[in-house]
């Protein structure tokens, strides 16, 4: 994996958390998600029908209505439980922290459901990972805050929504371009918003610039960066490996956190992350070529009717 890549992806990923917590002081999140994603969605369906008309050729209706479902899961669902939990007060950090067993999640089921096994040394890394995030988070989650019991369930499930639609993409007959994902999932997220907004009465935005300001960071560095790069990645390295960057978002969301709003960064934090860098190192030394080949159903029907052909075409060159 281009380590270049992962850096961006990391940082822009953890800036989301961080985006939630400033729009979060201004509006509710569904008033948050419907203009971070109106406008974005009319921008890139207006560059769907000019400039990238071509992109769009061949799809079908039914790669469409796949990809819509991808966005209604990884943005929707996963962004709508992450900013309703941080508007209910669970902290950045926190959140983060629940985000982060999705590697753990994605690779126990990467093996049955997508012919991508996770190795022992990778079993490893997770573990370790896995401890990094608890390292970085374990004195915001025990310290008491104003939120309910429950809304620390909240993330769990927008969790599970990601890694539902990471499936449900790698599961897809074909690969549809980037772009035109991209575009389908905004105008889906787009839609869902916008009704929950309107139903909700909470379409307008609010006067402050620091709105506007919040807006225009969830857009800039957490729709292009963090999301156009987790599937960038994905498509390039797999389940595994992606997810695996997902342990460095606790400690790295601690750092911002520190850095914007003056939150403490004390050794506990710096001894997570040290570990968190030590987990995405051993997975990515344990990655094992032949294992984490993803086979779609088109390939493995296409692999299986070589198999059947082959021992034809052998006999027929032998009798000729």
């Known amino acids: 994996m281009n380590v270049l890549l992962s850096i961006a992806f990391v940082l822009t990923w953890s800036s ?26 009319l921008v890139l369906a207006l560059v769907a029908l000019t400039v990238a008309r071509a992109s769009w050729r061949g799809l ?7 990809q819509a479902a991808v966005g209604a899961l990884s ?17 950045s950090g926190t959140t983060a922290l629940i985000d982060g067993t999705q590697p753990l999640v994605a690779g126990a089921l990467a093996g049955p459901l997508l012919g991508q096994y996770v190795s022992r040394t990778q079993w490893v890394g997770l573990g370790l990972g896995v401890t990094g995030v608890v390292i970085v988070t374990a004195a915001d989650a025990t310290g008491g805050t104003d939120a309910p019991w429950w809304a620390y369930l909240v993330p769990f499930l927008g969790m599970f929504s990601l890694v539902a639609a990471t499936f449900l993409d790698r599961r897809s007959p074909r ?128 692999a299986a009717q070589a198999a059947r052909t082959a021992p034809r075409q052998s006999a027929s060159r032998k009798s000729a």
Not at 16 to 39: D, E, Q, Y
Not at 60 to 66: H, N, S
Not at 78 to 86: H, R
């Open 16 to 41: 989301g958390f961080i985006g939630a917590k400033l729009g979060a002081g201004s509006a509710s999140a569904v008033t948050v998600l419907m203009w971070r994603f109106l406008p974005l969605a």
């Open 60 to 66: 079908t209706a039914r790669d469409a209505l796949r």
């Open 75 to 91: 943005q929707s669902g996963y962004l709508l439980t992450v900013y309703y939990a941080i508007q209910l007060g669970v902290s």
């Open 175 to 302: 690969q549809v371009a980037p772009a035109v994902s991209m575009t389908v999932h905004c105008v889906t997220s787009a839609v869902i918003f916008t009704a929950l907004a309107v139903g909700a009465g909470a379409a307008v935005p609010p006067a402050e610039a620091s709105f506007w300001v919040a807006i225009s960071w969830l857009v800039t560095l957490s729709t292009f960066g963090g999301y156009g790069l987790y599937w960038l990645i994905l498509r390039r390295s797999g389940v595994t490996q992606v997810n695996t960057l997902m342990f460095l978002m606790a400690p790295v969301t601690a750092l911002w956190g520190a850095l914007m709003f003056g939150e403490p960064f004390g050794v506990q934090t710096a001894l997570g992350l040290a570990v968190g860098l030590a987990a995405v190192a051993v997975v990515h030394r344990g990655k094992e070529p032949a294992a984490t080949v993803v086979c779609s159903p088109r390939d493995a029907s296409t």
